[in-house]
């Protein structure tokens, strides 16, 4: 699991994205600017035998590796905002991966932004994923849950609205998804189809509205 500190970032100050439980079996690891992990996209790899370090193409010189696996990057800029990946390669000869998204504002944000946690970080084929919404606002009117970063109605999985209880299916639904009252979202017997990012969004009784991300990836067996 890997957890940025601060959560919310500000332009300008340095933000650790914290690994917690490197697998002590750990040959190499690499981090990556981007959700896939290709050559193009990698920033730093470090193995571990030979304590050697080798910067990638989306290498800069703000960013600090830490040999416990986490990744310091240092006078953040909104342009390092985005998803990052950690790829583990273990001696038994098996790839770990895990996901973050960060995000950079460019002044102190309010307490209380909504962000979603992964429940199980790493999902097998088959199991189930609960993508756990928290810090909903109080005054919220509704909420809805896209199948991409975007906000558009061919994204959509489903939209509910508190003061009716009433609730709409998008193109995105599957009988395999359901909506919880405080905004979080469970995927049953999940597939490989269901790797991607997810948006929740949430409207309040002012009408504005608030959008965050998760990454989900689901590894078969």
Known sequence: MIEPVPQ????????????????????????????LSVP????????TDWKYLTKG?????????????????????????G??????????????????LLHVHTCRLPPAQIF????????????NALLLAHNIPENIRAFSWYKEVTILSR???????????ESWLGPEYSLRANMYPNGSLVLYNTTQMDTGVYTLQTLNAQFKTQETHVYLHIYSK
């Open 40 to 47: 193009d996209n990698k920033i730093v790899e470090y193995r």
């Open 83 to 100: 998803f990052y990946t950690l790829q583990i390669f273990k001696s038994d000869l098996n790839f770990e991966m895990a996901f973050v």
């Open 8 to 35: 919310n970032a500000v332009k300008g100050e340095s933000v650790l994205l914290l690994v917690h439980n490197l697998p002590k079996n750990t040959l190499s690891f690499a981090w990556f600017k981007s959700v």
């Open 116 to 127: 979603i946690e992964l429940m199980t970080p790493n999902v097998l084929e088959g199991k």
């Open 155 to 165: 994204h959509l999985i489903a939209w509910k609205e508190i003061s009716d209880d």
């Open 57 to 81: 193409p989306a290498y800069n010189k703000r960013a600090m590796l830490h040999t416990n696996g986490s990744l310091l990057i240092q006078d953040v800029k909104e342009t390092d905002a």
